[in-house]
T-cell receptor, first 114, second 114 residues
């Protein structure tokens, strides 16, 4: 089974802190994604990466950055956390070779910024 | 750019009744459409997808969806609801123009009454 693991299920941080959300997949997928999930808004794409050291902005990249140094790991970074970044963050991965491939999701990281 | 609209943020049905979750898409090029399901405290998993091979698509757990170009719709149905179907359902779209990431709808929470 494909496994996408997000390092922390629940985090509580203070405004202004630097926050790292880690995501690791074990199926050698080239593509990885970070989405943010909010009630009534569904999932919104923050950043995605087609391969190692590649990244592209999604719909809501402001206040976030990402790192993809190794194929299996895709990190989301909040440089200076703010209360409006309180949300559920979902990581996903997909094989390369086409846009119709299945996305495999982690269980999510619920971040609260106080 | 592509987008999807899910009509109804909450749908409640009785066990054994028909499930109908609505999704309309917008795309200037041929779209590829997906339904994902999220059970409580879990990530999303793929229910089914339309990739232009057949307009009626069958998925897991007895769900199916029909692509109707004239109506720009991709509604999800199941003839008989089961208590275990209670979850949040997301419609998503992508296409071979622009970025190669899914755009999700706002989600529909399905409640199944005994």
């Amino acid at each position: 089974d494909v496994k996408v693991t997000q390092s922390s299920r629940y985090l509580v941080k203070r405004t202004g802190e630097k926050v790292f959300l880690e995501c690791v997949q074990d199926m050698d997928h080239e593509n990885m994604f970070w989405y943010r999930q909010d009630p009534g808004l569904g999932l919104r794409l923050i950043y995605f990466s087609y391969d190692v050291k590649m990244k592209e902005k999604g719909d809501i990249p402001e206040g976030y950055s990402v790192s993809r140094e190794k194929k299996e790991r895709f990190s989301l970074i909040l440089e200076s956390a703010s209360t409006n970044q309180t949300s559920m963050y979902l990581c996903a991965s997909r094989l390369a070779g086409g846009i119709t491939g299945e996305l495999f999701f982690g269980e999510g990281s619920r971040l609260t910024v106080l | 750019a592509q987008s999807v609209t899910q009509l109804g943020s909450h749908v409640s049905v009785s066990e054994g009744a028909l499930v109908l979750l609505r999704c309309n898409y917008s795309s200037s090029v041929p779209p590829y459409l997906f339904w994902y399901v999220q059970y409580p405290n879990q990530g999303l998993q793929l229910l089914l997808k339309y990739t232009s091979a057949a307009t009626l698509v069958k998925g897991i757990n007895g769900f199916e969806a029909e692509f109707k170009k004239s109506e720009t719709s991709f509604h999800l149905t199941k003839p008989s609801a089961h208590m275990s179907d209670a979850a949040e359902y997301f419609c998503a779209v992508t296409a071979y123009t622009g970025r190669r990431a899914l755009t999700f709808g706002s989600g529909t929470r399905l409640q199944v009454q005994p």
